[in-house]
């Protein structure tokens, strides 16, 4: 009651937002790290009192599990580390969204987006390993590619993938740089670069390992 | 025909991508900076000769007033620094992308995606001046903000703004950092980790002061 | 006596300072990183033979049970990793500081700065999680923030709650960035620099993740 | 009119925040570089109508002539590179802020500082060129900064000036790092991060330069 | 005569090292930045009367016009901002080097790499502006680099296109990461760590705009 | 046969490059951090379907005990982190590669340079702990470095032997960046700026700890 | 003997510099991190059979423990993570080295400069705690710190205490940065840059964490 | 006669530290960047009055022409940018500080420190231009550096040359970076970076561009 009045519930802790779906069109997304299990199972207690979807991200398999015993319906990808809970009724969208990978070391970022996507209620493709070592590979999935409405472009090392991609289609593409790597990859900051400077217009970029944020903005868009 | 056959014309300095725009849907963009006015002279000929569309970006006035003398229609945008000629045929879209700026001295880079997007054939509506140091100013124009399609948000100094529009509408957020202030800006460094990190779900990034490239993004996805 | 004398007490790998309350207003706060368990208990043994309040920053929580041995009296809050014991002949302050932190995840930095607060004698209101992703959380709230007399806002990630609250308020705005986030967030680095380039003024920053710092400089002006 | 309604006067290029005023205890202040003199006159004429305070900082010499045509009260520091109009009915604080630089070359971030309190309505102590090379020259300065209510520290190079006075006094310090310097100094890096890790509580930091944003939140804490 | 004996010739502000050649395969090349034009005439001197060739990195037009009246046969390229004269005895090798640029304005690093390799007796063949933005004027190009020994790829930007030339061919790649570009391109370090992290093996990196640095390598390796 | 057709074996988490001997010269090279031991056992049951030597950089021992069991044949170099099995045909070259270590802790990097180089083939010497500290060490070496072909210098610290080096001998020179070092070395990056910046042409750069890297390009070019 | 031909003994894996007394006046010390234990006790061996004093630095307490089984007279300081075998004919120098540190987590830092200056031969005095959040503590040393030949200043955080002890006396004085200290920072690099840019002539900067550095060099500069 | 008393003499923006020469054996030193030539002035006519030593740091010429017409016998050398006016009682000690340069870009700053040496009565030989590209060049002057008392050693680019000299010699080594070079030299990161990490004890490190500094320090310790 309370939260129908100010659109969002008090927890002391957390003031779960009620009012997101409506005022932004999916629910308030829980990002897990540095919450304890305990306070993220009583944000999805509220979540769910109030009817809305769940989306966990960076959720630990041991806090799955802790949290599945309360919310026996929980699902769970571990690739992508992301729980969910989400109510049917969402009409797929026509189209697809491709999810694209450099290489395989980069499959669980792009897994976070997939899921996410199809969390969403989007149709996905997914192409891993396509990077450009070798890039007889990639120009064997063009076909594909250029049906999509959307296209994440997930890389690390060096994340030329994006700009190369981009280059082929008329899609936008979404280029999520990734931590794999070493050296002066610093933690993705090079991948990162790459894609801010891509030469090649109609790409943009989220955070580092931010897949979940790459599948989310897909979904805005894909129509 | 050379150019048909291999879908460019080499001038040697510059293999000129006619190909460009039945494979992405928009014609070859120029980059202007590093480029001779004499070389700038040379692409604009062969792309007019294959009856392209012209944007030349961060053109200098200097350099338009030297092509204007070979290329009397081509037309300026002093603020935004670009060069355009384009075929009046484009059918503009229904909806708008709206164009958002955190400060007066944010307005040359949120007018080169402004520019950008009319070029491209979309309605824009201007919103600038709503950084968050009077947030009222930003809802006062709400009712706008969330009619449009699309939003870009420019912004310098902390780049706060575009986490707090995205928090409040459902149209996807893209995000320019500006190299506007000083001190721990660091030339646009601190705009752009903040728009990378945002909280707020639903927002992508593009280079500092790279308003083409969020036109460019917003076009593609503007429908 | 060699301390009334010299001001401080010379332990060989610390010289305590005893002079600091007279001079500075508060006793001398024991940093407990790269201290050894014994080292901080020689410490605490001279401040309270020469009457001083603890207070004993990062403590681990393992350390203090080592320590409550000796010092029976000694308190300690785990999420703020304080250590206190306070004669009680303080007057707690009118008004209130506001700690205001953007996420669930802050809390930890916020209730440093809380406890610090508490410690040193001053009335506090917490408000956690109401950072820029769900503004009505915050604008549920600034009837609150506005009585504050100093307001401490605790934010990772993008940190852009600093900005958003020094615009809507009279009061001093104390901005603690945290390590929360990931990726380009580079361990709070993009929350510090988002908070030093603040577009509105009212705004001055202490450390990443220094609640303690806050909580006391907080503490200075808050009359 | 329209202002009164919204709380700003819109001019396309700039929302001049008419409400800043009531909202936060002072005028809006204007930012002058990225700004045309032109923009600049139109937003201080709209300021004017509605009988507010002028403060313009970074403004330079040139801009200042220009502008004082149409404003003939306008006054400038050179030394502070600030214009300000000032309506005097201000009743002056008692108390001061003591404004302290480490070198000669600080001096003009120090008196951009020392310019914003005065304009604010405080009293002031510069003392200038007293830092650590010669540390005499600061404890022979002692008593008087021993009575202000809050002290600002203006240091470029290594910075350590701010965290020896914090150690010496009960009053806050506002540290404001300067790009004075060379080599590893990085423009203001240098003395930043040895201001945000001072070992000594009691200080925050503004960005680099800010001399501005010290005194502003000076004013603030000054009562 | 003395410079035989140590092998280089004092001229108090350099030593000459007439030992280069024997020991390295190549004379000693000039930097010329920093130096004062009547230095660079005078090393230019003693390396003559050494028998040795000429090259000048770096060198303004300005300085060369000063040295030409001095050694009227020293050659410039304005374009590579190399001065050189070299003895023509030099017989040029089988095969070639193919310089590779992403853009036009990286021509002018790209022609530094290359006026070098012919100054050092090699053939090279010129694939100037053929980045990934339209892969197919690579593709169409791809013959030519096939047939070559060694291969240059000059880039600013994200740099993505020496990962890219690495991946289809077997010479070894040698990558020049150049300052073209603006914002997170950071002066050239977004296209120098692309290139470090090259996913492809077969890849090399000299500095930032060290267009002679490449050309010499490649010349070492060109048999 | 599908991999013969489009050049490579689609495994859905990996596109297994059947291609890459006969485009470059050499097999693809499997980067092992980021896959799960079963994916990196698939991969190499492809090559060796396809008759492809096999090369596993940065391979855990565990991950090689697992791998053992079903590819019996697989050998391992613990201090160098590689696997790998070939197919004994390959003729060794003449003359040799001269692996060269700046200290004992840079041999890790150094051994996958130089075992990296025995699998594609070539004769190596390794010339171990001869840096700077000591340089009558690398002085008593000289006359068997001026006899190789390619010369990799592997260094961590200040990384200063890579120039070093490079002025004593004609042959090029591959410099391996370490992150052997501590404080100030940030990870490599010393070491790495050094070697980009070396004063003597001939050098060139890969990744820091990129001993693979070095060691497959000095393999193209060493004849 | 093949040893005192070249003036190193080749274990292969380490060129033992049996010259470096001669040359530099003190034996090579070993840097053991990156060694298995294994290679240090050979190099030991080495060095002993030789007659030379060891120095081990950063040695590791397990380390310690194997090596005594051999060489049973090594003598560890754990605090300084220094193993060391000291031949007793060394004179101790006349007048002596303050070692000085900011605070107490300082103090290993401290002590492997102290333990490295007694191992040379020198004299020393140690002032623990004096950082300038109290600075009568420091000035109550004065007159012993006045005495001192050399002063070694170890500060983590902002790293301030090197200026200002600098500015109080005609020693010299030799600054060591410690990654004491959290957030802004950044693992040492606050404390560095500080001791760098310090406005007081008279210091000279060793790296992060380097306390062996700082004594070695202490060592001699003190007659 | 004020000044007598305290230390210093005021002049509002300067506290010209009178004591400077007792306390720390030398008198203030004057950094004129960021001064006006009438600040510089009136400090010089303070210093004189006093009958210090004068010594202007960073001076530009044009400041060195109005100075020299109120002070005759000011003197200047135009490539240290040093100003200076001594009084000649100073005895020169025995002995040399050598000062080397690695490359004659480097000499201004090698100067400058040669400059202050002489100013402060030190014998010193110069030995420019004998970096590591040519090793020979400083093996040549071996015999001279191993005399000197101290040796300073100037470079930048890779900034090698340091560890180099230091790990041939007994005399302690002071490192200075210079911001000679371009690209990843990041402005002579590089070369402080590698000055820090010198695999060679008895280095110690000043400021990029501080052959000031160095020279102060050499001086100090040239007995």
Same mark, same amino acid.
């Given at each position: 009651?309370?939260?129908?009045?100010q659109g969002?519930? &008090?927890?002391?802790?957390?003031?779960?937002?009620?009012?997101?779906? =409506?005022? !932004?069109?999916?629910?308030?997304?829980?990002?897990?790290?540095? *919450?304890?299990? *305990?306070?993220?199972?009583?944000?999805?207690?509220?979540?769910?009192?109030?009817?809305?979807?769940l989306?966990?991200?960076?959720?630990? !398999?041991?806090?799955?599990?802790? #949290?599945? *015993?309360t919310?026996?319906?929980? @699902?769970?990808?571990?690739?992508? !580390?992301?729980?969910?809970?989400?109510?049917?009724?969402?009409?797929?969208?026509k189209?697809?969204?491709?999810?694209?990978?450099?290489?395989? =070391?980069?499959?669980?970022?792009?897994?976070?987006?997939?899921?996410? #996507?199809?969390?969403?209620?989007?149709?996905?493709? @997914?192409?891993?390993?396509?990077?450009?070592?070798?890039?007889?590979? #990639?120009?064997?999935?063009?076909?594909?590619?250029?049906?999509?409405?959307?296209?994440?472009?997930?890389?690390?090392?060096?994340?030329?993938?994006a =700009?190369?991609?981009?280059?082929?289609? *008329?899609a936008?593409?979404?280029?999520?740089?990734?931590?794999?790597g070493?050296?002066?990859?610093?933690?993705? #900051?090079s991948?990162?670069?790459?894609?801010?400077? =891509?030469?090649?217009?109609?790409?943009?970029?989220?955070n580092? &390992?931010?897949?979940?944020?790459?599948?989310?903005?897909?979904?805005?868009?894909?129509?």
């Open positions: 009651m309370a939260a129908k009045h969002f519930c &008090d927890l002391g802790f957390a003031k779960v937002d009620i009012d997101r779906k =409506s005022r !932004r069109g999916f629910e308030e997304v829980v990002y897990c790290p540095g *919450k304890t299990t *305990k306070q993220i199972k009583d944000i999805c207690r509220k979540l769910i009192a109030h009817k809305q979807n989306l966990l991200t960076k959720l630990e !398999r041991g806090a799955f599990i802790y #949290l599945k *015993k919310f026996p319906k929980l @699902r769970y990808s571990p690739l992508a !580390r992301l729980g969910y809970l989400n109510i049917p009724s969402k009409i797929p969208k189209g697809f969204v491709a999810v694209v990978s450099a290489g395989t =070391s980069d499959i669980p970022i792009a897994e976070e987006a997939a899921v996410t #996507l199809e969390v969403m209620g989007n149709n996905i493709k @997914r192409l891993y390993d396509v990077g450009v070592a070798g890039v007889h590979r #990639l120009i064997g999935k063009l076909e594909i590619i250029n049906k999509a409405n959307v296209i994440i472009v997930v890389a690390g090392m060096e994340g030329a993938l =700009s190369l991609v981009s280059g082929l289609v *008329k936008p593409v979404i280029a999520v740089p990734t931590s794999c070493y050296g002066a990859n610093f933690k993705g #900051l991948a990162l670069l790459t894609m801010l400077n =891509s030469c090649s217009p109609g790409v943009t970029v989220v580092i &390992d931010n897949g979940f944020g790459a599948g989310y903005f897909a979904s805005l868009i894909n129509k």
